[in-house]
């Protein structure tokens, strides 16, 4: 009876392996296909990148092509670029047996990804009424990997836990709730979120912890003896930590207007994650009895200023009013990590494997009441009276708005954001928990020999006990 049972488990195994190998390449080739389709109809490049720009210069008077867009805004770009590749994929390669997974999966959500929202956010910010274009140059793209930002953060909350099928059916929703509410808060309430903390990251957390709570799986403990890290994967680890943290001063000011707001944004983040270094590894080591320092900490609560200083970033927040901000992040986020993930598994059954509640979802809270309170508080004598009109944009339909209803308008931002990220994350998870899907088996989590060929990995001897991530 035993070598049946046993048989069948791995009849089931290898179909379930097949339907993997089948529908993998299916997805990808169909949506590259409809990519290049939809591209062609819709997409087309901006004036800025097209070869009409000698007669575009003529036209306006530009007297050189240093003024081009491309010139001001491709180095936060390429810095925002590295973060999406590079950081968050590295900085997920933590787990000790699932590094090509990390690295390899952020590499294809960020690629299936960015090529939807260019599409996503075209159709909602940029489609020109009269030839039915959506018109794109380097600005475009910057805004793309943000959208991408919002689904890279949720895949850190079901890390190892979900197939690559699975990841690209969240990421075409992910993208697509992110389009509508982005919208809604840049668009439609007018709220200021040049870095995101409430369109990326609340959006982001929320929705990756949503649908970890839909895929809850009781028996987890199976794979416990992979859940752990080792010396060589929190030092990869650290190497995303340490681009995502000397990048994230361009992230929070890539979009931002050109000049003093831009140059604000950058003053502002920068002193922001000093702080909040230090008051990390100060909770980190006060939180051990033997007063030495844990690398979950070090590796994420240390990044947690730049998340929650999204929004304000470019506000004159003041230095000392950003170094406090990154002050009590490195403290919340820090005991995030001690407290909360805990009760966030054992209470109410979230399995976060990257600790995003404490890293993005909570910081992104904290960014979006730092904005509502500093927009509530600003005043002419402070920015003067053409600055608050630059800096929250008070032209147009909102030239009479006053900055107490922006900070309202701010604050109704956050909840949008949150609405977006349980609502349209219970929703996917509920998809995303259909038995099509080719997931892993519980005992069978965070190991790349799931999904990787050729996998060769060292085996220790010296029988060093895993740094645990829990």
Request: proline share 2%; with cysteine; net charge negative.
């Amino acid at each position: 009876m035993g070598n049946c049972s046993q048989g069948c488990k791995d009849y089931f195994s290898r179909q379930k392996n097949t339907n993997i190998r089948l529908t993998l390449p299916v997805v990808c080739f169909v949506w590259q296909i409809a990519m290049i389709i939809l591209f062609g109809v819709f997409i087309r490049y901006d004036k800025e990148s097209n070869a009409h720009w000698v007669e575009t210069k003529a036209h306006d008077n530009i007297t050189s092509d240093i003024e081009n867009d491309f010139y001001f805004r491709y180095p936060s770009f390429q810095d925002v670029h590295v973060m999406i590749f590079v950081g968050f994929g590295f900085l997920m390669t933590f787990l000790k047996r699932y590094s090509f997974g990390a690295v390899g999966f952020n590499f294809l959500i960020a690629s299936f990804g960015l090529q939807w929202a260019l599409l996503m956010q075209g159709w909602f910010h940029s489609l020109d009424p009269q030839t039915g274009k959506i018109f794109i140059g380097v600005e475009s793209l910057i805004n793309a990997d943000f959208c991408v930002a919002g689904c890279l953060i949720a895949y850190g909350a079901v890390l190892g836990k979900v197939s690559p099928v699975q990841l690209l059916v969240m990421t075409l929703f992910g993208v697509t709730l992110f389009a509508v509410e982005e919208y809604i808060i840049l668009n439609l309430l007018h709220a200021r979120d040049a870095g995101g903390s409430m369109v990326i990251h609340t959006f982001g957390g929320y929705y990756g912890l949503a649908i970890s709570r839909v895929l809850y799986r009781p028996n987890l403990h199976q794979s416990k003896r992979m859940q752990g890290s080792v010396y060589h994967s929190d030092t990869f680890a650290m190497i995303g930590t340490l681009f995502l943290w000397m990048f994230w001063p361009s992230f929070n000011s890539a979009i931002t207007d050109h000049g003093d707001g831009q140059h604000r944004a950058v003053i502002n983040t920068y002193l922001c994650l000093a702080s909040t270094v230090l008051t990390t590894v100060a909770i980190s080591s006060l939180s051990q009895k033997t007063g030495k320092l844990d690398m979950v900490h070090i590796q994420n609560s240390t990044l947690a200023g730049g998340v929650a200083l999204g929004t304000a970033a470019e506000f004159m927040i003041s230095p000392y009013g950003a170094l406090i901000v990154g002050f009590f992040c490195g403290i919340i986020s820090t005991m995030g990590y001690i407290f909360i993930s805990p009760f966030l598994e054992k209470t109410l059954k979230i399995q976060d494997t990257c600790g995003i509640h404490n890293l993005h979802a909570m910081p992104g809270v904290i960014g979006g009441i730092v904005g509502a309170i500093t927009a509530a508080a600003a005043s002419e004598s402070v920015y003067g009276k053409q600055g608050l009109i630059n800096t929250f944009d008070f032209t147009g339909d909102f030239k009479d708005r006053t900055v107490l209803t922006q900070g309202g308008y701010q604050a109704a931002g956050m909840c949008v954001s949150i609405v977006f990220g349980v609502v349209g994350g219970a929703i996917v998870g509920s998809i995303l928990k259909l038995p099509i899907w080719g997931d892993p088996a519980d005992e069978n989590c965070f190991d790349d020999e799931v999904y990787w060929e050729s996998i060769k990995l060292l085996h220790y001897t010296d029988h060093t006990e895993d740094i645990s991530h829990k």
